[in-house]
């Protein structure tokens, strides 16, 4: 094994060269099989590269989330206006209209809730049910650091290799622990394991310093989760560094569902990931949208 990588000299991140991806509009995609380009050409946009995925699995480890309550209810009316949707196929089955036509991202890991260990996950869904419900990509928990971190890595090994023999992408998502910290040098780290292990999407946590670090040293598209509530100027300006840094799109659950209006929050995360609109033009848009919706 190598050492730690603790040389002293300036690393160099070309952040302002993005990298190359001839023949395919997908970052690090364009080797991949026909199946695995046309699935991935679903959930992100051919046009803009990008995509605006709606992640509403939440309740695979903490039960009926807030704004998740009903499913039905809130969360349906909004889907047409995801490029994707991040959720478990027991609420795919039970609540997802199957002529909704949307790309799924099957949420495949799973086993303690918050009152345990959340590192301690398996694989939850067979490549066969996958298949059959037509899934888009297949996605799980990576615990970089975490109790079960070699676990978890495994799961995503056996998950990649399920998913090559079907053409099914991986999507792996860098989850922190409670008490780790949440930099650009753990975010760098994370992702590039599970891209150097095969993982074809990485989601995870924007950070306001040296992001683009993370995404310039992952070689393939990384998506950005919400996380926690925030005011909704925080939210768009968010995204819109993270689109700007070089994240592919957004995978956003609470900052949408929890929105107080997540029809106008979804549009208009939009057309900033898809258009770079800035974050006060987008504020002024969520405004209107809502002002709308209440006459
Ligand atoms: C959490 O583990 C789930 O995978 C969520 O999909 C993820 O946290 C993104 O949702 P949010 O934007 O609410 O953080």
Redesign the pocket.
């Known amino acids: 094994m190598p050492e730690a990588d603790t040389s002293k000299a300036e690393k160099n991140f070309h952040e302002d060269v993005p990298q190359k991806s001839p023949g395919f509009f997908l970052k690090g995609s364009q080797n991949l099989d026909w199946g695995m380009k046309n699935r991935l050409s679903r959930i992100f946009r051919p046009s803009s590269g990008r995509t605006v995925m709606l ?4 309740g ?2 903490q039960g009926p ?1 807030t704004g998740l309550e009903r499913v039905d209810l809130n969360i349906v009316p909004i889907m047409p206006y995801a490029d994707a949707l ?1 959720l478990t196929r027991g609420i795919l089955r039970s609540i997802v209209p199957p002529t909704l036509n949307k790309p799924i991202v099957m ?1 495949c890991s799973g086993g303690p809730s918050i009152l345990k260990e959340l590192s301690d996950e398996h694989l939850s869904v067979s490549i066969e049910d996958a298949i059959r419900m037509n899934v888009s990509a297949i ?1 799980l ?1 990576v615990f970089i650091g975490g109790e079960y971190e070699s676990r978890s890595i495994k799961n995503m090994t056996k998950l990649i290799d399920m998913g090559i023999q079907a053409g099914i992408p991986t999507m792996a ?1 860098t ?1 922190v622990g409670k008490d780790m910290k949440r930099d650009s040098k753990y975010f760098q780290l994370a992702c590039r394991m599970c891209a150097e292990l095969g993982a074809n999407i990485l ?1 995870t ?1 924007y950070v306001p310093e040296d992001f683009a670090k993370v995404t310039s040293s992952c070689p393939v598209p990384i998506v950005m ?5 925030l005011p909704v100027i925080d939210a768009l300006t968010m995204a819109y560094n993270a689109i700007q840094q070089g994240a592919s799109g ?9 929105a107080d209006d997540p029809k106008a929050m979804i549009q208009t995360i939009g057309k900033v990931v898809h258009e770079d609109m800035k974050p006060a033009e987008a504020l002024d848009m969520y405004d209107s949208l809502r002002a709308d919706a209440a006459r």
Request: net charge positive; no cysteine; aromatic share 14%.
């Open positions: 992640a509403i699995d939440h695979y480890f989330t991040m949420r996605t928990q998502v989850a989601k946590y989760a919400g996380g926690k509530k957004v995978d956003m659950g609470r900052n949408i569902f929890q």
